[in-house]
């Protein structure tokens, strides 16, 4: 990158906020600017801690950066998404990003109407198996997921499905890339008044088909992902980082073929995802400030946020709970 450091602010420093303020102060070529949060003791505190300045308003932050992280809860997204925009500011939303469809519609139109960056903040697609799995992927025909979390007050605000759901809902759209032609699914709400555990089958026009589980009513956390395919299987544990693909060995056809009942290893071969380290929230961040630059392509756009909400509101109306808004 060159040139001055690009001037970045965050909106909201939360627990989550709190890490991009971090990442932020740490990298190279970016001035964090300052922070803004509607409770001045925290960003008191955690501008003091980055060495940066607490923001009283949004809009006196706004005047002084070029780029934003919003992380505020989904409800405030609309609100100071469009604020930023209009102040002709790059934004990376936190996800989902809106809390409505016509909500995101608005964001998208309004930030491809003033030129400026909207990207939306799904961290799972620069997970470390996520990546070591992609030169692996050759049109996925079945897609389990599995996600399950201690409760905790952040994102109880809505539906497990936007909450944590959305998430898989993101990567699958991306790793299958067809459209959705069937959405079945089931939840129920037992800490909320919104759904707290649900499941979900979604099927693409070619046939394809994803399942999904998303829970934040376990003990403890679980983030998998396997993923089905002509040439094999990867298995992507999210949480760690790791994954192994079991790759069907080329003679495996004739192997079959001979009438014989061969154990597993005669007709596949286990293959481990590697891919370079690196915190994926700190990858998130630099894609956001080079895309903002003009140095690289934005992984996951506004449009690609849009989608996944999209989608994550058939889930919610195929539960019967709202209908999807026009």
């Known amino acids: 990158m060159s040139g001055s ?18 990442l932020y102060a740490g990298m190279a070529d970016v001035r964090l600017v300052g922070v803004h949060d509607s409770r001045p003791e925290r960003v008191t505190q955690v501008a003091a801690q980055f ?17 934003v992280s919003v992380v505020v809860p989904t409800s405030a997204h609309h609100a100071v998404g469009m604020a930023a925009i209009a102040a ?11 809390g409505a469809i016509v909500e995101a519609e608005e964001l998208v139109a309004a930030a491809e109407a003033a030129g400026v960056l909207l990207q939306t903040g799904h961290v799972e ?15 996925p025909r079945f897609i389990e997921s599995d996600r399950i979390a201690p409760f905790g007050v952040r994102g109880s605000d809505v ?5 944590l759901m959305i998430h898989d809902l993101d990567l699958i759209l991306a790793l299958v890339r067809e459209p959705v032609v ?13 759904v707290d555990i649900a499941t979900a089958r979604i099927e693409f026009a070619s046939g394809a088909v994803a399942n999904l589980t998303a829970s934040r009513l376990a003990r403890e956390r ?48 286990r293959v481990p995802l590697e891919a370079p380290d690196g915190e994926p929230l700190g990858l998130e961040l630099q894609n956001f400030v080079r895309a903002a630059r003009g140095l690289e392509p934005v992984v996951v756009s506004g449009r690609d946020g849009l989608e996944a909400l ?13 209908a999807v808004p026009a």
């Open 5 to 22: 450091p690009i001037r970045v602010g965050v909106v909201g420093v939360g627990s989550l906020g709190f890490h991009h303020a971090r």
């Open 51 to 67: 060495g940066t300045t607490a923001y009283p308003s949004l809009e006196a932050l706004l005047e002084d950066v070029e780029a």
């Open 88 to 98: 002709g500011r790059h934004v990376l939303m936190e996800k989902p990003l809106a």
């Open 125 to 139: 697609r620069f997970n470390r198996a996520v990546r070591a799995a992609a030169p692996h992927l050759a049109s």
């Open 159 to 163: 539906a497990v499905i936007l909450d």
């Open 182 to 194: 069937d959405v079945r699914a089931s939840g129920i709400g037992v800490i909320t008044p919104h």
């Open 222 to 269: 679980l983030r998998k992902l396997r993923i089905f395919q002509s040439t094999g299987y990867l298995s992507l544990d999210l949480a760690a980082g790791t994954g192994e693909f079991l790759r069907l060995r080329a003679d495996a056809a004739a192997a079959l073929a001979n009438g014989a009942v061969p154990d597993l290893a005669t007709v596949v071969e």
């Open 310 to 322: 999209r989608l994550a509101f058939r889930v919610i109306e195929a539960m019967g709970r709202v």
